[in-house]
């Protein structure tokens, strides 16, 4: 059930970001949403938090920094290293992906209460928790 609520969610947070008419995929939206959360991430490490393959990243990647939302500056620590941050120009489009976001959320928790939406967050905070150790564990 988890795994067929999560690519349910997953399709309407796209349609959702399709209606909002952003002028990105969903793909770059998460980007964008990734990178405002982690300032500062080496691409390496953002690709690794969004759970893509890098080549995937770096697709989006350069279509934001083609739009200007998005810059990678060269890692003092390692030249070969890119840093990614948002431009100034990405704030007013990552308000419209949080809004259209916001939307798809509150459809897929309607009829859910407060204490049902606390109780649901700290489930699923648990489960991230105990996956991430089993991961760990396994390496």
């Known amino acids: ?12 947070i796209d349609q ?4 909002a008419g952003l002028g990105i995929t969903a793909g770059e939206a998460r980007t964008l949403a990734h990178v405002n959360i982690n300032p500062g991430l080496r691409q390496t490490a953002l690709a690794v938090r ?6 995937t990243l770096v697709g989006f990647l350069d279509r934001l920094e083609a739009q200007g939302l998005v810059v990678r ?11 990614i941050r948002l431009t100034e120009a990405a704030a007013p ?3 419209r992906v949080n ?3 916001a939307i ?3 459809e ?11 109780a649901f967050r700290m489930a699923l905070t648990l489960i991230r928790k105990n996956l991430c150790q089993t991961t760990k564990a396994d390496a």
């Open 108 to 118: 897929a928790l309607k009829g859910l209460g407060e204490t049902e939406r606390d």
């Open 16 to 19: 959702a970001f399709e209606q």
């Open 73 to 83: 500056d060269t890692d003092p620590t390692d030249r070969r290293a890119k840093i």
């Open 104 to 106: 798809a959320r509150e």
């Open 50 to 55: 969004m759970n893509v393959e890098p080549m």
């Open 1 to 12: 059930m988890l795994v067929d609520a999560a690519r349910l969610y997953r399709a309407r």
């Open 99 to 101: 809004a259209a976001a």
């Open 93 to 95: 489009l990552l308000e």
